[in-house]
């Protein structure tokens, strides 16, 4: 069963905004990670996070992980309208003795110029 | 990081016919995986392949119908039997073996339609 719950389901905003994703899980976990995808091809990984860290920034991005509240959240700063996609969080898993992600339902992010 | 390819892109086949989808990665990986994603929804995981060993797929998801092949450590098949238009979806394989771990390489997607 899918594990993250990502609101908003879709956004869209004006270029040169900030765009905020949140993502929330329900069992604990290692780590958490975000993915974006563009129309429907292959997911590209942009950022993880540790069940130890609450913020990481990369570029433009910046998480956060509250690992109390189960929840994470994804800002996108000066959003571009090469940012229109859609972002997905991971949370890893274990079935079965393997290593696994469990995504969540993602947010469908368009950025309008 | 692994670059992945897929083959075919995409295809329409007719309900009842088998497709085999590829997946090569470019360099040798321990662990790859195989996901769904159907029309507007999340990636939901089928199986993952482990070189040398018979896959492991999730709840909901059989051998029957989701075959995989697993021959070497660069490559994996995945194959769709007896298809119909439910199984209409983005196949997407992915790897591990990147400098983070736990992070997954995801290949372009095979968007099937049966008809």
């Known amino acids: 069963s899918q594990q993250g719950e990502e609101d908003p389901q879709a956004l869209s905003i004006q270029e040169g905004e900030n765009a905020t994703m949140n993502c929330s899980y329900k069992?604990?976990?290692?780590?958490l990670q975000w993915y974006r995808q563009n129309s429907g091809r292959g997911l590209v990984h942009l950022i993880l996070i540790r069940s130890n860290e609450r913020e990481k920034h990369s570029g433009r991005l910046r998480v956060t992980l509250d690992t109390s509240k189960k929840s994470s959240s994804l800002l996108i700063t000066a959003s571009r309208a090469a940012d229109t996609a859609s972002y997905f969080c991971a949370t890893d898993a274990r079935s079965q003795g393997a290593q696994k992600l469990v995504f969540g339902q993602g947010t469908r992010l368009t950025i309008n110029p | 990081s692994a670059v992945i390819s897929q083959k075919p892109s995409r295809d329409i086949c007719q309900r009842g016919t088998s497709l085999t989808i590829q997946c090569q990665v470019d360099s040798q990986v321990t662990m790859m995986f195989w996901y769904r994603q159907q029309p507007g929804q999340s990636l939901t995981l089928i199986a993952t392949?482990?070189?040398?060993?018979?896959?492991?797929?999730e709840s909901g998801f059989v051998i029957d119908k989701f075959p995989i092949s697993r021959p070497n450590l660069t490559f994996s098949t995945l194959t769709v039997s007896n298809m119909s238009p439910e199984d209409s979806s983005i196949y997407l394989c992915?790897?591990?073996?990147?400098?983070?771990?736990?992070?997954?390489?995801f290949g372009p997607g095979t968007r099937l339609l049966v008809l």
């Open positions: 392949a482990n070189q040398g060993s018979e896959a492991t797929y």
């Open positions: 992915s790897s591990t073996g990147g400098k983070i771990q736990e992070t997954q390489y």
């Open positions: 069992t604990s976990i290692n780590n």
